[in-house]
């Protein structure tokens, strides 16, 4: 899954994650790449990946990830 970080110093990076990694491990990673994290983006798969899935049994999901201050 491809997330895209916006960093608070204005730093954008694109990362490709396994779906397997938890959300918390990942905003940890991410934070230790580029600091202080604005946002994150979770890409949806284009209509022929999800049709490609979908008969593959995968299923994809967006994640909100907890805000930890």
Known sequence: MKILVN?????????????????VDFRNMAREI???????????????????NSRANLSVGVVQMPDKR
């Open 34 to 52: 580029g600091g202080n994290i604005e946002s994150i983006e979770f890409s949806l798969p284009s209509r022929q990946q999800k049709s490609m």
């Open 7 to 23: 960093f608070k110093s204005g730093f954008k990076q694109t990362f490709i994650v396994p779906k397997e990694m938890l959300t």
